[in-house]
């Protein structure tokens, strides 16, 4: 504004100025004004009128082509207005031979199209729609301005059915139901109904299903709802039933497996001494829905007291019906179990708690931490080494007020807490079983007094977490990774497929999750609660390794391994028209879909006239030269006139 006032002002004393000789003042408004836009910073801008481009050609060349590519050399010649042509398959190509037999071994018809978008007014495409290469992205092609002509060429669809996808639950529930979903792609039939069959491999599962049947490649979801009432790993088989005249038979069949989980982790929890830890464990085990918990207090020899209904039993149950034992406050001698060993070796899951006392060395010799009999008092903070449930590193943690005096630890333990490098927290692995123990002699005073410090209750969640991470169901993986195909060519869309469970083996979706591949992260996208994807083509040659991981919550869980394999693609074979696939570019563009016979009687659209916008600044050195030459041609004219 003041710049603007400024140069008014100007313009007022030059008019005064040369109000005699008012027909030499406009050299020096015109200088003004130019100096006015230029430290104004302002700019001009304008448009002009481009060169229009010509229509682009694009002739697929791949080898699915080669039957009707000498046709399309002789038609493609009648065109008579200006246009340029381009060959495609893998990559594009300025020119091919006439007489060369088109090759490849993959077909990118939207690459293609994405690559030559800017360069026309509008494309003609012609191609017997035949794209293996990636997954299209529509959205992106959509946003295209160029509308896209397409011209179909090719053999009609041979009959053929083919399962696509294969959606189920890598973990059922013994005496729940579960539903498994296939997508069968039907094309080249008439009418009729097609026929599929789910079978388990011990033949009690018998399941029936049909679909229609379609000329167009159509795909259909059937679903499969089974029931189970055992804990298991049952095998399935789907099958489509054969239909004459298909193309290939190899893409009727699938075969899977399901974990049927039982519905609750059966406990017992085992003290000869009731103490602050039986009240607060007993407490977090029974809120528990997933857990089923027996707790005994050994109240005499042969006399035990279930703490659920206060009954009093004189044997124990056999722990062979337990997933989980808990023992917490026990003396080495006079315990029931003097096999715990083997127990556990064969999967049972163990977890110690407070006191050992005795002399029999054995459980000691089992547990991660070796400990003597005998309880020290210790002041220092718990230290998290390695993150467990909702123990996570840098926090603050208050010291457990007793411990067993550690001796030594296992060479193969995992130590997962420290109080002044003395390690309390830790588990081993033994056999088909998990050894945890948490070597703090008052744990129920340390959960009363974190619960004080924090107002928040660890001791609940950290049970349940150790709880299922030393029964067997604890051995199954949250994060599943698998793919319908083992082996793919180079250029095939690879499609992932990934499952994430909660704690309790429950799909649980809102994960984050991503594969590494070349030094890039793949992300997976979530299509369903708990189920994700990922596509992407099929890098080089070569076999590959991959696994997922990621956030679920304030998780991170990294999935099974995956080996894929990836050879040189064979040389095209389908010789048939993708009709679908041309029709949906041309919509999604704003061109539109002809048979290639109608290519002959195209008439090229009306193309608008497209111009460049342009701007001159002021603010360059042509704007400094304009004022010096009107200022001395102003001051020429004045000393001609001897007004100076």
Same mark, same amino acid.
């Given at each position: 504004?003041?710049?603007?006032?400024?140069?008014?002002?100007?313009?007022?004393?030059?008019?005064?100025?040369?109000?005699?000789?008012?027909?030499?003042?406009?050299?020096?408004?015109?200088?003004?004004?130019?100096?006015?836009?230029?430290?104004?910073?302002?700019?001009?801008?304008?448009?002009?009128?481009?060169?229009?481009?010509?229509?682009?050609?694009?002739?697929?060349?791949?080898?699915?082509?080669?039957?009707?590519?000498?046709?399309?050399?002789?038609?493609? #010649?009648?065109?008579?207005?200006?246009?340029?042509? +381009? $060959? @495609? &398959?893998?990559? =594009?190509?300025?020119?091919?031979?006439? %007489?060369?037999?088109?090759?490849?071994?993959?077909?990118?018809?939207?690459?293609?199209?994405?690559?030559?978008?800017?360069?026309?007014?509008?494309?003609?495409?012609?191609?017997?729609?035949?794209?293996?290469?990636?997954?299209?992205?529509?959205?992106?092609?959509?946003?295209?301005?160029?509308?896209?002509?397409?011209?179909?060429?090719?053999?009609?669809?041979?009959?053929?059915?083919?399962?696509?996808?294969?959606?189920?639950?890598?973990?059922?529930?013994?005496?729940?139901?579960?539903?498994?979903?296939?997508?069968?792609?039907?094309?080249?039939?008439?009418?009729?109904?097609?026929?599929?069959?789910?079978?388990?491999?011990?033949?009690?599962?018998?399941?029936?299903?049909?679909?229609?049947?379609?000329?167009?490649?159509?795909?259909?979801?059937?679903?499969? #709802?089974?029931?189970?009432?055992?804990?298991?790993? +049952? $095998? @399935? &088989?789907?099958? =489509?039933?054969?239909?004459?005249?298909? %193309?290939?038979?190899?893409?009727?069949?699938?075969?899977?497996?399901?974990?049927?989980?039982?519905?609750?982790?059966?406990?017992?929890?085992?003290?000869?001494?009731?103490?602050?830890?039986?009240?607060?464990?007993?407490?977090?085990?029974?809120?528990?829905?997933?857990?089923?918990?027996?707790?005994?207090?050994?109240?005499?020899?042969?006399?035990?007291?279930?703490?659920?209904?206060?009954?009093?039993?004189?044997?124990?149950?056999?722990?062979?019906?337990?997933?989980?034992?808990?023992?917490?406050?026990?003396?080495?001698?006079?315990?029931?179990?003097?096999?715990?060993?083997?127990?556990?070796?064969?999967?049972?899951?163990?977890?110690?708690?407070?006191?050992?006392?005795?002399?029999?060395?054995?459980?000691?010799?089992?547990?991660?931490?070796?400990?003597?009999?005998?309880?020290?008092?210790?002041?220092?903070?718990?230290?998290?080494?390695?993150?467990?449930?909702?123990?996570?590193?840098?926090?603050?943690?208050?010291?457990?007020?007793?411990?067993?005096?550690?001796?030594?630890?296992?060479?193969?333990?995992?130590?997962?807490?420290?109080?002044?490098?003395?390690?309390?927290?830790?588990?081993?692995?033994?056999?088909?079983?998990?050894?945890?123990?948490?070597?703090?002699?008052?744990?129920?005073?340390?959960?009363?007094?974190?619960?004080?410090?924090?107002?928040?209750?660890?001791?609940?969640?950290?049970?349940?977490?150790?709880?299922?991470?030393?029964?067997?169901?604890?051995?199954?993986?949250?994060?599943?990774?698998?793919?319908?195909?083992?082996?793919?060519?180079?250029?095939?869309?690879?499609?992932?497929?990934?499952?994430?469970?909660?704690?309790?083996?429950?799909?649980?979706?809102?994960?984050?999750?991503?594969?590494?591949?070349?030094?890039?992260?793949?992300?997976?996208?979530?299509?369903?609660?708990?189920?994700?994807?990922?596509?992407?083509?099929?890098?080089?040659?070569?076999?590959?390794?991959?696994?997922?991981?990621?956030?679920?919550?304030?998780?991170?869980?990294?999935?099974?391994?995956?080996?894929?394999?990836?050879?040189?693609?064979?040389?095209?074979?389908?010789?048939?028209?993708?009709?679908?696939?041309?029709?949906?570019?041309?919509?999604?563009?704003?061109?539109?879909?002809?048979?290639?016979?109608?290519?002959?009687?195209?008439?090229?659209?009306?193309?608008?006239?497209?111009?460049?916008?342009?701007?001159?600044?002021?603010?360059?050195?042509?704007?400094?030269?304009?004022?010096?030459?009107?200022?001395?041609?102003?001051?020429?004219?004045?000393?001609?006139?001897?007004?100076?």
């Amino acid at each position: 504004m003041i710049i603007l006032l400024i140069s008014i002002i100007a313009i007022g004393l030059t008019a005064l100025l040369y109000y005699r000789n008012i027909h030499l003042a406009p050299l020096r408004i015109i200088a003004i004004v130019i100096f006015y836009l230029l430290i104004s910073g302002a700019s001009l801008s304008f448009k002009i009128p481009t060169k229009t481009q010509k229509p682009l050609l694009l002739v697929d060349c791949s080898a699915s082509m080669s039957d009707n590519f000498p046709l399309i050399l002789q038609e493609i #010649k009648k065109i008579d207005f200006p246009h340029r042509v +381009l $060959f @495609f &398959s893998e990559t =594009l190509y300025t020119s091919i031979p006439a %007489e060369s037999i088109p090759s490849g071994s993959y077909t990118d018809i939207t690459g293609a199209v994405l690559k030559v978008s800017k360069e026309a007014p509008f494309i003609i495409l012609v191609s017997d729609g035949n794209h293996n290469y990636h997954r299209p992205d529509w959205n992106k092609i959509g946003k295209s301005s160029t509308p896209v002509y397409c011209f179909g060429i090719g053999g009609t669809p041979g009959k053929d059915l083919a399962i696509v996808d294969l959606l189920y639950p890598e973990y059922g529930f013994a005496g729940d139901s579960f539903n498994v979903k296939v997508i069968v792609q039907s094309q080249g039939f008439k009418n009729g109904r097609g026929k599929i069959k789910l079978r388990s491999k011990n033949k009690k599962i018998k399941i029936n299903r049909s679909f229609p049947l379609t000329e167009e490649p159509t795909k259909n979801e059937v679903d499969f #709802k089974i029931y189970t009432p055992y804990p298991e790993t +049952l $095998f @399935f &088989s789907i099958d =489509l039933l054969p239909q004459a005249g298909e %193309e290939t038979y190899k893409n009727n069949n699938l075969s899977f497996s399901i974990q049927i989980l039982k519905g609750k982790i059966d406990v017992l929890y085992y003290t000869e001494h009731l103490s602050f830890n039986t009240r607060f464990i007993f407490r977090a085990l029974s809120a528990d829905p997933y857990t089923n918990l027996i707790p005994l207090v050994k109240v005499a020899p042969q006399k035990y007291i279930n703490l659920n209904d206060y009954k009093e039993q004189g044997a124990l149950p056999p722990l062979d019906k337990f997933d989980v034992l808990i023992l917490d406050n026990v003396n080495s001698d006079s315990l029931p179990w003097q096999n715990l060993g083997e127990e556990v070796k064969r999967g049972l899951g163990l977890l110690h708690i407070g006191l050992t006392e005795g002399r029999n060395p054995f459980l000691r010799n089992l547990l991660p931490i070796s400990t003597t009999g005998f309880p020290i008092k210790i002041q220092e903070k718990i230290v998290i080494k390695e993150p467990f449930s909702c123990l996570i590193p840098g926090d603050d943690y208050p010291p457990f007020s007793y411990i067993n005096r550690v001796i030594g630890t296992k060479k193969e333990s995992v130590i997962l807490a420290e109080a002044g490098r003395i390690p309390i927290i830790g588990y081993l692995r033994q056999g088909q079983g998990i050894i945890f123990q948490i070597n703090g002699v008052e744990i129920g005073s340390w959960h009363f007094l974190q619960t004080g410090l924090k107002q928040k209750d660890l001791l609940t969640p950290l049970l349940g977490d150790i709880i299922r991470f030393i029964s067997t169901a604890g051995r199954n993986r949250r994060l599943i990774l698998s793919s319908l195909r083992k082996n793919y060519s180079i250029g095939e869309t690879i499609e992932l497929s990934l499952q994430s469970y909660d704690r309790n083996f429950k799909p649980c979706g809102g994960g984050e999750f991503y594969v590494d591949l070349f030094d890039k992260k793949i992300p997976f996208f979530e299509t369903r609660p708990g189920i994700y994807k990922a596509s992407f083509p099929a890098p080089q040659k070569g076999t590959y390794k991959l696994t997922a991981s990621g956030n679920l919550g304030d998780e991170i869980l990294t999935s099974n391994e995956l080996i894929l394999k990836i050879k040189q693609g064979d040389l095209e074979s389908e010789h048939s028209l993708n009709k679908e696939f041309l029709k949906t570019l041309a919509l999604t563009t704003g061109g539109r879909y002809s048979p290639f016979d109608s290519l002959e009687r195209f008439s090229m659209p009306v193309v608008q006239k497209s111009y460049q916008e342009k701007s001159f600044n002021f603010n360059t050195p042509l704007s400094y030269f304009l004022i010096f030459i009107l200022l001395t041609a102003d001051w020429f004219l004045r000393r001609r006139r001897g007004i100076i």
